[in-house]
């Protein structure tokens, strides 16, 4: 009986007992708030609020510690804490003479390391159809695979006149207006050591030696596109420009083919122009020039 009557829950339970269960729920409680106040840096609003701080420095520009701790709803020494560890980081600079905050250089770094793993192919298909269409040849989009090309996008346009699949194919660097574009930007050290090889005579028009392909490929640098008439296939034009990441690293080429009989030292003119204004189009999507 007495169990009974002491049993908490029971209609017949004295009054006093409620502020006892408060105070207990009370002490309960107590623990959460000091623990939430002290959420170490790497917790999960640690780092919803450091995304946050990036976030409002990438919309304003530029803004003091009172401003961003405003916009967060945070006392201002939390802001200043989390701006000190952004700015460790190299995430966010502060200028000194105005004691504003702005993104810092840490911020391209990641930028870049997102846009190196963009998929071109992804962001080059309407870039490939639309010039396909407008040229009525068929273009590739290529990249370096060690010491070849490999295409990897294609689209065909409504006068082209064969079915060759290129998708996958590797092709010699030396040998195409795709590959001397590669080959044309890559640092000193490895194009030299690729023009040191034996490079393969694959038609009467392949340039091989090395002294006419390094003017072939100082060429590419200085007019901004590359031309290979027949040096691959017997009967095969093309012209290829460079594709840029957002650092201005070249990361493919995109080129547009057909056959000699119709793409003469005019069109083919014609068609760098165009393929070179794609190609800017495409380094804009990946980031370049901005």
């Known amino acids: 009986m007495t169990r009974t009557r002491k049993e908490p829950g029971q209609s017949g339970e004295p009054r006093q007992g409620a502020p006892r269960e408060q105070r207990r729920g009370a002490q309960r409680d107590e623990p959460e708030k000091p623990r939430e106040a002290k959420a170490p840096a790497g917790s999960v609003q640690s780092v919803d609020r450091a995304v946050s701080v990036l976030e409002i420095l990438a919309r304003l520009g530029e803004a003091g510690v009172t401003e961003i701790a405003d916009e967060l709803g945070v006392h201002k ?10 700015e460790n980081r190299g995430l966010v600079g502060q200028a000194k003479d105005r004691g504003k905050y702005f993104l810092g250089a840490g911020v391209l770094r990641l930028a870049g390391a997102a846009a190196v793993r963009m998929d071109i192919s992804q962001e080059g298909g309407p870039v490939c159809r639309e010039l396909a269409d407008e040229l009525g040849e068929t273009v590739n989009i290529a990249v370096l695979d060690d010491d070849a090309a490999v295409n990897i996008m294609q689209a065909r346009g409504p006068a082209s006149v064969t079915a060759q699949n290129w998708l996958g194919r590797r092709t010699p660097l030396h040998a195409t207006s795709s590959g001397k574009v590669l080959l044309a930007h890559l640092p000193t050290t490895l194009r030299e050591g690729l023009l040191a090889r034996t490079l393969p005579r694959i038609t009467d028009h392949t340039v091989t030696g090395t002294v006419a392909l390094r003017r072939d490929l100082e060429a590419v640098v200085h007019q901004g596109f590359a031309i ?21 690293k070249v990361i493919g080429a995109l080129s547009a083919s057909g056959p000699v009989y ?8 014609e068609l760098a122009k165009r393929t070179v204004a794609a190609a800017v189009e495409l380094s804009r999507r990946m980031g370049y020039g901005f």
Request: hydrophobic share 50%; aromatic share 2%; no cysteine.
């Open 228 to 248: 290979a008439v027949e040096e691959l296939e017997v009967g095969l034009a093309a012209v290829a420009a460079p594709v840029r990441a957002h650092d201005g």
């Open 77 to 86: 020494s939390t802001a200043f804490r989390l701006l000190g560890v952004l």
């Open 262 to 269: 119709r793409l003469t030292e005019d069109r083919l003119t």
